[in-house]
């Protein structure tokens, strides 16, 4: 517990840190930390005995993240982004020249990567962006965490205290209902406060956007399970003592960033 608690500490505060400090510590962050949890995605497939594509996925996805940043800071059309297409698509070559029996399999799971790991990443950087196209704004992003971490802390309390009905007994035994929806009560609650001191949009939009992160980031929590269930392990990894891996602290954002920055977009433009 006490190793738990100080691994959660630091971890606040370097993830607090990573948007207060500026438009570039904000991007290089980010970037690294879609790397490392890519990387551990594979490594967590690969006991499996399916070999995805490494070293190709994690150059694709590092050239996908910083093209995707580049829209920001150079300016340039979103065509440009089809320029990473050769590099991702290069894996069906390169198994030509390996001898394997699930050959496609190696592929996909390469490819899930990007969808699962890298893209996720991509729209939780540009929410930094969402409210000027050009200049970095800390406070969606900074909301987010805050609106995803209340609602993890209201889950937990109002589940221990209240829990009777599984949510999703399958993948997850310990959810309930009553931890959803009080965590989803927990995160709304963050959202009205902010809305007095964040002032691009309307409190009704900032508590829709914590019912949002409610909803799919919990699914993203049983999605990492599902994913952990199927490979017969515990964690996704041992970066963090006490919490495990990178994708056990970030499943809520990977399903809940894309779906958020939609809403957002379709709201403020």
Sequence with gaps: MKTRAITAFFFTIVMLGSVFLG????????????????????????TSGIRPHRNIGLAAGALIFLMAAGLHYLKYDVKYLLLCVPLIFSVF???LYKKNKIPFANISYTFVGFAYITFPFCFFHALGFISNWSEYNFHFPLAFLLMLWANDTGAYLFGVKYGKRKLFERHSPKKSWEGFFGGMFTSALVAYGLSFIFKETTPTVWVGMAILIASFGTLG???????????????????????????????????AAPVVYAYLYLILY
């Design 93 to 95: 070559i390169t198994e």
């Design 23 to 46: 438009t570039y510590t904000f991007t290089a962050f980010y970037l690294i930390l879609s790397l490392l949890s890519l990387f551990e995605f594979y490594k967590l497939i690969k």
């Design 221 to 255: 929590d049983l999605v990492e399970s599902m994913l952990k269930r199927s490979l017969d392990t515990k964690d996704s990894g041992g970066l963090l003592p006490g919490h495990g891996g990178l994708l056990d602290r970030f499943d809520g954002l990977l399903l």
